[in-house]
Structures are given as C-alpha cells and as structure tokens.
C-alpha cells in the first residue's frame, strides 16, 4: 500500500511538471507524455499511449487533458484519475483566472487596454495556422474537402451555438455510409458498463433543466460551458468559433476585443488550451464581485472539462471493441472535417471584429506566415506583442 501511495504521488507530481512546461497544444504534448511517462517512468508502452491519444482525438473535449487523465485512470482508477484532472488543468487556470481579474480591475479603473491591441490580431493569426494545420492532418478525400468547405459556410453564416452540434452529426451521418471501405475485422461480443456515461448524461440534463427553471448564472454558465466541453471535435482550436459564437455574437457577455485578448494570453501558457473557459467564466460572472469571478472561473472550468473525462471514462473500458466496427470509423471522417470547416470559419469571423488598419494585418498575417516558416514557439510570439503593446501604449 505505501509503495502505491509513492508511485501515485511521484506520477501526480510529474503531471504538475507537465503542466507548468507543455507549450504547443496536443501535438506538442502528447511529444511531451512520451518522453516523461513512457521513457522516463515506464507507466506504459510507447504503442499504448498512441492508441490512447488517438482515441482522445475522436472523443468530445481536450484532447490533452483526456489521454492524461485515461493514464491516470489505468494506473489507479477513478481517484488517482481525478486528483489527475486536478494538477493538469490547476496551473493555467489559476493564470487565467488572474488574466480575467485584470483586465475586468484595469476596466472598472478606466485604465486602458490599449497594451492588449497587438495580442488581438495576432490571435487571429494563430487561428488561421491552427485551421491550416487541423485540415491538412485530418482531411485528405474529396468528400472530405466537400464537407469542410460547407461546414465553413454553414458555420460562418448561421453563426448559432445550436448549428455546431447537427453539423457534426451529419458530417459523421454522411460518411457513415462509406464503411465498405473500411478493412473488416472480427468482432467479439461488446461488454458495455454505462455508468460514466450516465453520469455524463446525467449532469448534462440537470444542469439545463436547473438552469431553465431558476434562470441563475452560475449554473447557466457551468450548463453552457458543460454543453460545450460534450461537443467539441478537435480540441482547443475548435473551442474558438463555439465560444464566440454563443458568448460574444449570441448573448453578449464579452466583447470581441476581450475574447481575442484572452485567447492570445492562454497561447503563451503551458497547459491546456480549454484553461481559457475560466477567463471567460470570470468575465461572464464579473457583475457578481471579485467572488463572483472566480466561482464563474471554476464553473466555466469545471463544465468544459468534466464532459471529455467522463466519456473518456466510459468508451476506454470498450474501445478495442468499438474500433472494429467499419461504420464507426468511417463516421470519423465526416466529424473531422466539419470540426475543420469550423476553425476555418471562426478565422472569418474573428477578423470581422478588428479595425481595418495596415499594423492589424500586418500582424495577423506577419504571425500566421512566423508560424507558418519559423520555428519560434507561439509563447515568445505572444509575449513579443503584449512588450510591444507597452512599449508603443
């Protein structure tokens, strides 16, 4: 028992360091698990932990945050995996929870944001790359490229948070029919345990019916951020065009402006990407108080993160045998490329937004072509911009 206690606390304490030093979004960290928890440690086999990653990629939600918390999971069940979440995700939400402080007392002082203005374009600059580099890794058919050119217009046009979720479906619907393509392999008999599933479901429905009959903020945020975290494809970058879709364009809770600070802020981190839901849940609660902020920061927190453990949770337990069915994997191909089609589009609508100047598109497409040919990491792009933004204030 106690040399379990000391082979738990030393994997919690290498995903603190994972935490604080993983820049670069999935790709980068999943490079980073690698070499920490299958070379280093030794907790699995190299083989083990792409598999894992790849079906974190297909599930709703944060992919990283998903194949750490499944590792967790593995080596000590439902506690360790939690404790897990917890060390992962507490870092860059704290920052980003001090991001949303700042800028809301910077606000109610009436000082200016003006420091913020080069981070804003160049954000868009980084959405662009991040839609260029999802496509080219995801999308390689022609009925592929059909459905992410009509996600994209569907997307930009309709521009509701209830339009992402039938797109997805359908993408997936669509090229479900495609499965005779797909090599046929032997199938054993399924054995399902529904209980993290039921649970995902379960808070799904409670926090919506809550949410409708008492009409309170703090549990319509935990239910918007909850309902996005089952539905995104694709991890952080697909985030972008829901969120501002529902939270900026929609209901109006925070301006563009503040959105494409907070973005270009969580780029600079290590950690997760999804951390930006406690910016936003602190802005989104910022009429409550300082303690209102930070109960907004966790819910938001909380909702878009819980949805992918629990699924996770539940399809691990069965997905050897998932994967053998042809109809499963074909409807991959159509939910990649509509969560693609999204990110293309939200590059559209966040360049809406920004003042028609040649500095702002010089940075929008100066960062784009930086990520594009350089090998500067995104972190120091960022912070570059914030230096100039108080350097020319």
């Known amino acids: 028992m106690t040399f379990r206690r000391v082979r738990y606390f030393i994997f919690l304490r290498d995903v603190l360091i994972l935490s604080v030093t993983s820049f ?73 929870t001090a991001a949303a402080l700042t800028v809301n007392y910077l606000n109610d002082m009436h000082i200016s944001l003006e420091f913020l203005r080069f981070v804003q374009p160049m954000a868009v600059g980084i959405v662009a790359y991040s839609a260029y580099r999802i496509a080219s890794s995801v999308v390689s058919t022609k009925d592929g490229y059909f459905l992410m050119l ?12 209830y339009a992402f979720p039938v797109l997805l479906l359908l993408g997936g619907f669509i090229t ?25 479901a379960g808070v799904l429905i409670a926090a919506a019916v809550l949410g409708g009959v008492f009409k309170s903020l703090p549990i319509r945020t935990f239910e918007n951020f909850y309902r996005n975290g089952s539905m995104i ?22 301006t563009s402006e503040e959105f494409l600070s907070g973005y270009a802020l969580v780029q600079a981190l290590p950690g997760p990407t999804f951390s930006f839901s406690a910016y936003l849940g ?15 920061a966790l819910l938001a927190s909380a909702g878009i993160f819980l949805p992918g453990t629990f699924l996770i949770f539940f399809v691990s337990r069965f997905w050897e045998d998932l994967k053998k069915y042809r109809g499963i ?33 010089f940075l929008m497409f100066g960062t784009t072509f930086l990520m594009f040919f350089s090998k500067i990491p995104t972190p120091f792009i960022i912070i570059a911009g914030l230096v100039m933004g108080f350097v020319f204030q």
């Open 329 to 361: 994997k074909a409807s991959l191909e159509g939910i990649n490329a509509v969560s693609s089609g999204m990110v293309i589009a939200a590059t559209f609508y966040l360049i809406e937004p920004i003042e028609i100047t040649f500095i702002n598109y």
């Open 150 to 161: 009509v996600s994209a217009a569907a997307s930009f046009y309709l521009r509701s948070p």
């Open 282 to 296: 602190a802005l989104i609660m910022r009429d409550w108080g300082m303690g209102g902020e930070i109960v907004g």
């Open 233 to 254: 494809f694709g991890g952080g970058q697909v985030l972008i065009p829901l969120l501002f879709t529902e939270f900026v364009e929609f209901k109006h809770y925070l």
């Open 24 to 96: 670069g979004g999935p790709q980068a960290h999943i490079a980073m698990f690698m070499d920490m928890m299958v070379k280093k440690r030794g907790y699995l086999h190299e083989k083990d932990l792409i598999e894992l990653f790849a079906l974190c990629q297909i599930l709703p939600g944060p992919t990283s945050t998903q194949t750490i918390t499944a590792l967790g999971f593995k080596i000590g069940g439902p506690g360790l995996a939690y404790l897990t979440l917890l060390v992962w995700v507490l870092p860059a939400v704290i920052f980003m």
């Open 176 to 200: 479900a029919f495609k499965y005779k393509k797909q090599e046929k392999e032997k199938k054993g008999r399924m054995k399902i345990n529904w209980s993290n599933f039921l649970l995902w």
